[in-house]
């Protein structure tokens, strides 16, 4: 098992992919707005799994640490419609005393166009005591190698977006 510190998350980026679902859109095809901060997390949570061979879950039932939203700001640039394929990345922008920054970006597959940015501050959280601690040191990766070095760099991923948010 690999053990996968901390500040090599740091600007590393994951990413994943969803088609945008009937479900998920107003009643003029448009994606919710709601949805693009439910997409993001989500996929941060899949994508550490499937990427990194981390679980969250797992890691807040048994070590007993969670990772809480303490603000989040979010911009639309345009639409995304039902059927719509698009790509989320996201990756860890900074890290504080007891959290971090993470910055999503949900761009359309084809055209590669922002559709969606945000930057998520995360406060990490001693499930038991409930209180904010700093973020674990070191993570257990289900895999034998640390797959992180083989994941892009966000300055590296940027390059090929168009419409990326001011200070990115």
């Known amino acids: 098992m690999a053990q996968l510190k901390m500040e090599d998350f740091i600007d590393r980026v994951l990413t994943t992919s969803e088609r945008v679902k009937f479900s998920q859109a107003d009643p003029y095809g448009h994606l919710n707005t709601a949805e693009y901060v439910d997409m993001v997390l989500n996929h941060r949570l899949e994508a550490l799994a499937t990427l990194a061979g981390i679980n969250l879950m797992t890691l807040a039932e048994l070590d007993g640490i969670a990772f809480v939203i303490h603000?989040?700001?979010?911009?639309?640039?345009?639409?995304?419609?039902?059927?719509?394929?698009?790509?989320?990345?996201?990756?860890?922008?900074?890290?504080?005393?007891?959290?971090?920054?993470?910055?999503?970006?949900?761009?359309?597959?084809?055209?590669?166009?922002?559709?969606?940015?945000?930057?998520?501050?995360?406060?990490?959280?001693?499930?038991?005591?409930?209180?904010?601690?700093?973020?674990?040191?070191?993570?257990?990766?289900?895999?034998?190698?640390?797959?992180?070095?083989?994941?892009?760099?966000?300055?590296?991923?940027?390059?090929?977006?168009?419409?990326?948010?001011?200070?990115?």
Request: charged share 25%; proline share 8%; glycine share 10%.
């Open 71 to 168: 603000k989040f700001s979010v911009n639309l640039f345009a639409p995304s419609m039902v059927g719509d394929k698009l790509e989320i990345a996201s990756w860890i922008a900074g890290l504080q005393s007891n959290g971090m920054e993470v910055r999503g970006i949900v761009i359309g597959e084809e055209d590669r166009k922002t559709r969606a940015a945000g930057i998520f501050d995360f406060i990490t959280i001693d499930t038991k005591r409930g209180r904010p601690i700093p973020p674990p040191e070191v993570f257990e990766s289900r895999y034998q190698n640390n797959p992180l070095v083989s994941l892009p760099f966000s300055y590296d991923y940027l390059e090929g977006i168009k419409r990326i948010p001011d200070g990115w």
